[in-house]
């Protein structure tokens, strides 16, 4: 009888910064339900250095230090180091092993054409400097999926062309050198507001650079400050008049994140937020009110999160120590899938005693 597959998680995400409340949405909290749901049999969340480094090879310390913030973004949201595997991509030597074969399944136009990289290489400005590793990343993003044998990757939406990279390359493996290698499935959130939450500014993208984040460790005050801050519905000018809720950030956020139950706690004059968007629609609901709603959802949210960011950060060493034991079983667990994938590329030269024998009787004339 063929054993029944195992269910295995993989993701991660770059250290470039703290996380924010997209993250949040899009992903960390479907990692949390996941581990909770007691469905899967192994679970590896990867801080990913290296692939960070493919556009940061001139800034170690910023890696560096943003390792420590994900890390705590991490264990505050809930993921839990007894049931999880947190790991750093560059403690994992196999990585770099197994992206060096899988260069040999792909081809140059087809890393050129991937919609993900080609849009972060024109938001980078690399015009014609595009670092080797950077256009490759593609490929070694396929070795931290298939070196734990992933069925299942929650991440975010912009993340399904590097799927279908690493399934075009597991494809490609099984069928010359045998099956090893397991074809995964993303995982995205079922909200589809929350497949990509927009700045606070209203643009689509939540990012650093545009100073429109809200990190999931922003101190109480300043999440105020930054909601109130918020865009709206630019033509909803006074109180009674007419308002519009598609496209507004302040209602996508509650659309991501208010519940009945907020309503219940803060706002009881509405049950649910589709009143309050009827209300919105038909004037006589003022922006600042909306906004007071969405701050009090959010502390309601972010006050567990931030709370235990607080206890985990008053043991640095812990941390390290959390990440230095995952990354011991990530190894264990991409070693055992290097050694699999090297007796199928026949590459297994000395505990291959049969070749052993073969050519010793080749040569014993
Ligand atoms: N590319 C992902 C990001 O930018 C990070 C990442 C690296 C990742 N390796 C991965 C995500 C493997 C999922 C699976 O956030």
Redesign the pocket.
């Known amino acids: 009888m063929a054993k029944a597959q195992k269910k295995i998680i993989?993701?991660?995400?770059?250290p470039t910064g703290r996380l924010h409340v997209g993250h949040y949405v899009g992903s960390l909290k479907q990692r949390v339900a996941l581990q909770n749901s007691g469905e899967f049999d192994e679970v590896y969340i990867?801080i990913?250095d290296a692939?960070a480094l493919t556009d940061n090879a001139d800034n170690p310390e910023k890696i560096r230090q943003n390792i420590i913030e994900v890390a705590l973004d991490y264990l505050a949201v809930g993921l839990d180091p007894a049931r999880v595997n947190l790991f750093i991509?560059s403690q994992i030597p196999e990585l770099c092993e197994m992206t060096c074969f899988y260069m040999n399944l792909v081809t140059v136009s087809r890393l050129q054409r991937n919609p993900t990289v080609k849009s972060e290489i024109q938001m980078r400005n690399f015009a014609s400097s595009i670092p080797a590793g950077f256009l490759t990343?593609p490929v070694?993003?396929a070795a931290?999926?298939t070196a734990f044998k992933?069925t299942t990757?929650p991440?975010?939406e912009?993340?399904e062309p590097?799927l279908e990279q690493t399934r075009e390359i597991v494809r490609a493996f099984n069928s010359i050198y045998g099956d090893v290698l397991v074809e995964p499935a993303i995982y995205l959130s079922a909200n589809k507001v929350c497949l990509r939450l927009p700045g606070i500014d209203g643009r689509a993208k939540m990012s650093k650079s545009l100073g429109n984040c809200i990190y999931l460790s922003e101190p109480s005050d300043d999440l105020k400050k930054k909601v109130m801050s918020m865009f709206t519905d630019k033509n909803h000018l006074r109180v009674e008049d007419p308002g519009e809720v598609e496209g507004n950030p302040v209602f996508i956020y509650l659309d991501a994140f208010a519940r009945d139950e907020h309503f219940a706690e803060f706002l009881p004059e509405y049950t649910n937020l589709d009143e309050m968007k009827a209300h919105y629609t038909r004037g006589g609901l003022g922006d600042v009110k909306v906004k007071k709603f969405l701050n009090n959802v959010l502390q309601a949210e972010l006050a567990p999160i931030r709370e235990r960011r607080r206890a985990y950060s008053r043991d640095i060493p812990e941390v390290y120590r959390i990440l230095q034991e995952g990354s011991m079983r990530a190894r264990e667990k991409a070693a055992q899938t290097m050694a699999e994938m090297k007796r199928a590329m026949k590459i297994n030269y000395f505990d291959d005693t049969a070749l052993i024998a073969e050519q010793a009787k080749r040569f014993a004339g």
């Open positions: 993989l993701t991660g995400d770059r990867m990913a692939q991509q990343y070694s993003q931290d999926i992933a990757v991440t975010g912009d993340q590097m």
